[in-house]
């Protein structure tokens, strides 16, 4: 199970930290990532990182989000700078153990745990 936290609302060029707890160990998992769906949007790939700790970004938040893990803690972080409006949505995390792929675009249903996401509102 994956719960994330950390959301809320915040005004542009502010930043937030966003959690994903794992119940179990995420560590040996292949791929993390983190998604997001803007209001009437699809859910689109934002960051993703991997079991060598190579991160993958979409060209939306690069230079802006950084993805990374503490497997000691089975937790997931997104540090986000610099938000835009653009960034609000809701924003979810995700864990997969197959595959060999870690791209930003991984899809989101080719991951095994899934989490039910925060809300992030960047007026």
């Known amino acids: 199970q994956l719960v994330e936290s950390g959301g809320g609302s915040v005004q542009a060029g502010g930043s937030l930290r966003l959690s994903c707890a794992a119940s179990g160990y995420i560590g040996s998992s292949i791929c993390k990532a983190w998604f997001r769906q803007p209001p009437g949007k699809e859910r689109e790939g934002v960051a993703t990182?991997?079991?060598?700790?190579?991160?993958s970004y979409s060209d939306s938040v690069k230079g802006r989000f950084t993805i990374f893990a503490d497997d000691a803690k089975n937790t997931l972080y997104l540090q986000m700078n610099s938000l835009k409006p653009e960034d609000t949505a809701m924003y979810y995390c995700?864990?997969?153990?197959?595959?060999?792929?870690?791209?930003?675009?991984?899809?989101?249903?080719?991951?095994?745990?899934r989490g039910q996401g925060t809300q992030v509102t960047v007026s």
């Open positions: 995700a864990a997969a153990y197959g595959g060999t792929w870690c791209p930003a675009g991984r899809s989101w249903g080719t991951f095994d745990y």
């Open positions: 990182i991997d079991h060598y700790g190579t991160t």
